[in-house]
């Protein structure tokens, strides 16, 4: 079992900034995929960025690319979401999550964290 915890998220006015964290405990290693998704009011969840376990490499929905920065910390299980220019449209809820295998379904979730974007 792995538990998954976000924090980090809060107001920020439109153009500004914010980190996310998400720490992993319990049955972690250093191989699995890291994710950031969010969900919006009214939409469908959707991805936002991951980070693989063995070579960090990363990859970016088109709308954050360029803004956004998916980093990991292997020695402490924690992954951080730098969010740069931020939108009004980026206000949502942000979601991190575990993934063990190389492509499909993550397995653990955390509960989420607000960020919202005042224009």
């Known amino acids: 079992q792995v538990h998954v915890v976000e924090s980090g998220g809060g107001l920020v006015q439109d153009g500004g900034s914010l980190r996310l964290s998400c720490a992993a405990s319990g049955r972690t290693y250093t191989t699995y995929t890291m994710g950031w998704f969010r969900q919006a009011p009214g939409k469908e969840r959707e991805f936002v960025a991951r980070i693989t376990g063995n070579f960090g490499i990363t990859y970016y929905a088109d709308s954050v690319k360029g803004r956004f920065t998916i980093s990991r910390d292997n020695a402490n299980n924690t992954v951080y979401l730098q969010m740069g220019s931020l939108k009004p449209e980026d206000t949502a809820v942000y979601y991190c999550?575990?993934?063990?295998?190389?492509?499909?379904?993550?397995?653990?979730w955390g509960q989420g964290t607000q960020v919202t974007v005042s224009s």
């Open positions: 999550a575990v993934r063990y295998s190389s492509s499909g379904a993550y397995d653990y």
